[in-house]
């Protein structure tokens, strides 16, 4: 198994919920590590592990990385897709190597699967992080480059630097989806990865979800999880609970009919996304209305 192959970087297989990374088959449905530290994220990631995950996803934001190493130490590193994104003020070339330096170190591997930024930085020319995320990624350090909560604004502009960008993670739920920004990565063979695909909880009591589960034996959580995958996306759902961690990739022996996939979605263009704002106390706010100019201005 190389992890470096040169071939069609992913595809996804949406009947059988399954994606094909360089190659290599994993489960369409990723494992989200946020919020958990300590033991108890390697607990969860471990469970996770045992469960069948092969996609994980972290951030430097989340303060997990040794946590994560401990429940992977002594497994086969190929068998695992990690992902993990650089913080909004780390995004200068200088300060990404060292971001980069200091995650690999702390999950214990030489490389990351996937790289994102976690949250765009107008303030940072993207063609100085972007050139300096190639580089790394010439150097083997990552396979992946990919950008998270962005606009197709952010997009359109990111492009043009012409560095290959694999993944693009935002938010997506029945409660909210972007429907513009899905297309748009379709169209420019992107994949998306969906954080929050649950909605914190929030799909477990919605009425639509749960009656179409009853047809199908299932959870409104886990036809939510379906509707993301048939959407061509990887789901990052999180749990610390075994059942939940069980029963959120026990998706793959059923298929949401076309009339069921849109009456979710119809639900889901009318909702409305989490929104990073100033007074969350983070020292930024989201840049997701900004017009194309505004987006990494020069």
Known sequence: MNAFADSKPVEVDTKNCACRIDGVEYPMIGFGTYPFTGKICTKAVGLAVATGYRIFDTATYYENFKSIAKALKGQDRRHFYIISKVWHDMQSPEDLRKDLDSTLKQLETEYLDAYLLHWPNSKIPIEKTLNAMEELRQHKKIRHIGLSNVSVNHLKKALEIGIPITWVQVEMHPHFYDKELLDFCREHAMLV?????????????????????????????????????????????????????QENINIRDFILSEEEVQKIDQGALTGARFRLKEEHGLGFADELDFTYEECWPH
């Not at 009656?211 to 999180?238: D, E, F, M, N």
């Open 193 to 245: 990865q969906a954080w929050r695909p649950l909605n914190l909880g929030g799909m477990s009591e919605e009425k639509i979800l749960s009656q179409i589960g009853k047809k199908y034996g299932k959870t409104a959580c886990q036809v939510a999880l379906r509707w993301s995958t048939q959407h061509g996306c990887i789901p990052l759902p999180g749990s610390k609970d075994e059942t939940h961690i």
